[in-house]
C-alpha cells in the first residue's frame, strides 16, 4: 500500500519551514541512526489519527527579484501538482493577498488535485480572522487559519488533509506482482533499461499512468512471470539549478520507494558513485526496501584487471550503511548483464520475505553470545533471552533482553552479521527491535 503524498506550495517567508516541521518534528518516522545515510528533511512521514502519509517540502526559494519569485513558485506548484495527492497552498495573513498568490492559485484550481488553502501566521484567531476572508478572492474554497509557529490550528488542518484522502488508495493492493522501483540521478539511464528490457524480452507491455504522479508502471513479462517496473525518470522541468533537480528527483523517490518491493539504484559509471546517488539510496534504505546497486553505461569504462575491483570499493565506502545490496554491471545501450538483473531481483524479492524457525534462530543466537559475550555496563551485562521473527519485507526480529539500554548497535550488527552469515538476506535490510522483560 502506498501512502498518499501531501505536498507544501507558497511563496517565501510564509512559514512553509516552519509548518513542514511543525508536522514532521515529532513525528518524523523514528529511523536507525546509521553513519553514511544522509538526511534530507524535504520529506518526512506524518501519522494523523489512523493515517499515514508522506509530506513533502517543495523547495525553499531566495529570488533576487519579484520575477524570480513567481517563476520558482510556478515550478513549486508544477511539482506538487505532478507528484502529490493533496497540495497545500501556504498564504501569510500579514503579508496579505499579493500578485503571486493569484498566479499560482490560478494553476492549482485547475489542476485535478485537492487543495487546501492555508493562512499562517494567524496568532490570534479574533485579532486575525477578519483578514483571513481575504483570501476567499483566489477561490480556492474556505481558508484555513494556523499557526505553525505557535501549534495553532495544527489538528484542525490534518483533519482537513485526511478528508481529501481517496479511500480507494488507503485499502491494501491485492496486486502481488514484484514492483521494481527504477530509481537514481537525472540522465543515469533508467528510461534507457526499461525500454531495453522491454525491447529484449519482446513482451506485453501496458504503459500505465502510476498512483505516483510523474511515474509510468511498466509491465514486463520474462518466463511468464510479469514484473511492474516503476519508472522515476523523465524530469520535464527546464530548471538547470542542481539544488532543485535534485530535490525533484529526491520528491518523486520517495513516492516511488513508497510502492515497491525492490529498488533498483541506477549509478552512472562514467560519473562515478555521488552524494546525490548515497541520498536516492538511503531513502530505500530506511524504508526497509530490497536493494540492488546496478552500474550502468559500464560499456563506456576504460577496465583494466583492478577496474571493477576499485569501482565496488568506492560504492562501499559511500554507501557504508547498506553493505547487504546486491550488485551488477551492465549496460543498456548494449544489453550486457540485462537479463542477469532479473535473477537478482526475483532472488532480493525471496529474501525479503524470508522467514527463519525461532529454533534455529535461537540456535544461532547461542552460539553467538558464546563466541562473543554481550556488552556490559557498569558492572551489569546485557541479558538476551530469545530471539523470535515477528515479520518480513524487511525481515525484522525481536529479541528479549534484560535491559534496553545496554544494547550497542556494534553487538545488534554482529548478530546480525550472524544471522547473515546462515541465511543470506542478500539485497535486504533487516531490522531489530528490543523488549526488556524483567529477570525471574
Request: glycine share 6%; net charge neutral; aromatic share 8%.
Amino acid at each position: 500500500m502506498s501512502k498518499p503524498v501531501v505536498a507544501v506550495v507558497g511563496r517565501p517567508n510564509v512559514g512553509k519551514s516552519t509548518l513542514f516541521n511543525a508536522l514532521a518534528g515529532s513525528r518524523i518516522s523514528i529511523v536507525e541512526d546509521t553513519p553514511g545515510v544522509t538526511r534530507d528533511r524535504i520529506y518526512a512521514d506524518v501519522t494523523w489519527l489512523n493515517y499515514q502519509f508522506t509530506m513533502v517540502d517543495t523547495g525553499g526559494i531566495e529570488p533576487e527579484s519579484s520575477d524570480i519569485i513567481l517563476s520558482r513558485m510556478r515550478e513549486q506548484a508544477e511539482t506538487a501538482i505532478m507528484t502529490a495527492d493533496v497540495i497545500l497552498f501556504l498564504t501569510d495573513v500579514r503579508q496579505g493577498l499579493v500578485d503571486a498568490d493569484y498566479k499560482v492559485a490560478d494553476m492549482l484550481r485547475r489542476a485535478a488535485r485537492p487543495v487546501l488553502l492555508v493562512v499562517n501566521k494567524v496568532d490570534s484567531f479574533e485579532k486575525y480572522m477578519p483578514d483571513v476572508y481575504e483570501f476567499y478572492n483566489l477561490g480556492l474554497g474556505d481558508p484555513i487559519p494556523i499557526s505553525a509557529a505557535g501549534r495553532l490550528g495544527i489538528g484542525e488542518l490534518l483533519d482537513e488533509v485526511v478528508k481529501q484522502f481517496d479511500p480507494a488508495d488507503l485499502v491494501e493492493e491485492e496486486d502481488d506482482r514484484p514492483k521494481i522501483a527504477v530509481i537514481g540521478k537525472p540522465n543515469a539511464g533508467k528510461s534507457s533499461i526499461i525500454n531495453k528490457l522491454i525491447g529484449e524480452e519482446r513482451v506485453i507491455v501496458s504503459p500505465i499512468a502510476g498512483t505516483t504522479r510523474d511515474a509510468i508502471d511498466t509491465t514486463v513479462v520474462r518466463n511468464g512471470q510479469e514484473y511492474v517496473f516503476i519508472d522515476t525518470a523523465g524530469l520535464r522541468r527546464k530548471s538547470k539549478i542542481k539544488e532543485e533537480l535534485e530535490r525533484y528527483s529526491i520528491i518523486r523517490t520517495v513516492t516511488a520507494v513508497e510502492r515497491c518491493d525492490v529498488a533498483v539504484l541506477i549509478i552512472d559509471a562514467t560519473e562515478g558513485v555521488t552524494e546525490q546517488d548515497a541520498k536516492i539510496a538511503g531513502i530505500a534504505h530506511e524504508r526497509g526496501k530490497g536493494v540492488i546497486i546496478a552500474v550502468n553505461k559500464w560499456d563506456l569504462v576504460e577496465k583494466n584487471d583492478h577496474t571493477m575491483k576499485e569501482f565496488t570499493d568506492k560504492i562501499w565506502q559511500k554507501l557504508s550503511y547498506m553493505p547487504y545490496a546486491e550488485m551488477i554491471f551492465l549496460s543498456a545501450k548494449t544489453g550486457q548483464r540485462l537479463p542477469k538483473l532479473f535473477d537478482l531481483i526475483d532472488a532480493v524479492i525471496e529474501n525479503c520475505a524470508l522467514r527463519v524457525q525461532t529454533g534455529v534462530l535461537n540456535e544461532i543466537l547461542t552460539e553467538a553470545m558464546a563466541m562473543k559475550q554481550p556488552p556490559s555496563d557498569k558492572g551489569k551485562r546485557l541479558r538476551i533471552y530469545y530471539i523470535t521473527q515477528v515479520s518480513v519485507k524487511p525481515p525484522t526480529f525481536v529479541m528479549f533482553v534484560n535491559d534496553k539500554k545496554l544494547t550497542h548497535f556494534s553487538y545488534t550488527r554482529y548478530i546480525e552479521n550472524q544471522i547473515r552469515t546462515t541465511f543470506g538476506f542478500r539485497g535486504t535490510p533487516v531490522r531489530f527491535i528490543y523488549r526488556e522483560r524483567k529477570e525471574k
